[in-house]
C-alpha cells in the first residue's frame, strides 16, 4: 500500500515546479466527542483530506512524502483521535472502530 501511494505521489509530482510557492501551513486544534484533535493544513485549490494508516500511526509520515502535492490541492491531514498530537487526554479503550 504504501509502495503504491509513493507511486501515485511521484506520477503527480512530475507535472509540479519545485520551487513554486504555496499557501503557508496552518495549524490548530478542532473539538470532536470530547477530544481534541489536531490538523495541518497547507496549500490551496482542490480540498483533500489526507488520512494516516493505523493503527499506531500519525500524520508524520506522510508530511514529507505528500508536500509537493499542496502546489495543485489544500490539503488537510489530522491526527486521527488518539493519535499522534490527538492523543491527549483519550483513554485506549475509547478508541475503537465503530
Do not use: W
Amino acid at each position: 500500500m504504501r509502495a503504491r501511494l509513493f507511486l501515485a505521489v511521484v506520477v503527480v509530482c512530475l507535472g509540479t515546479v519545485v520551487q513554486s510557492k504555496h499557501a503557508g501551513v496552518h495549524d490548530g486544534r478542532i473539538q470532536v466527542h470530547g477530544a481534541s484533535l489536531y490538523y495541518r493544513e497547507v496549500g490551496s485549490r482542490t480540498p483533500m483530506i489526507v488520512l494516516h494508516g493505523g493503527p499506531d500511526f500519525d500524520m508524520s509520515y506522510l508530511l514529507p512524502e505528500l508536500a509537493c502535492l499542496s502546489n495543485k490541492f489544500h490539503l488537510i491531514y489530522y491526527d486521527q483521535r488518539g493519535r499522534g498530537r490527538s492523543a491527549d487526554g483519550v483513554n485506549p479503550e475509547d478508541v475503537t472502530g465503530i
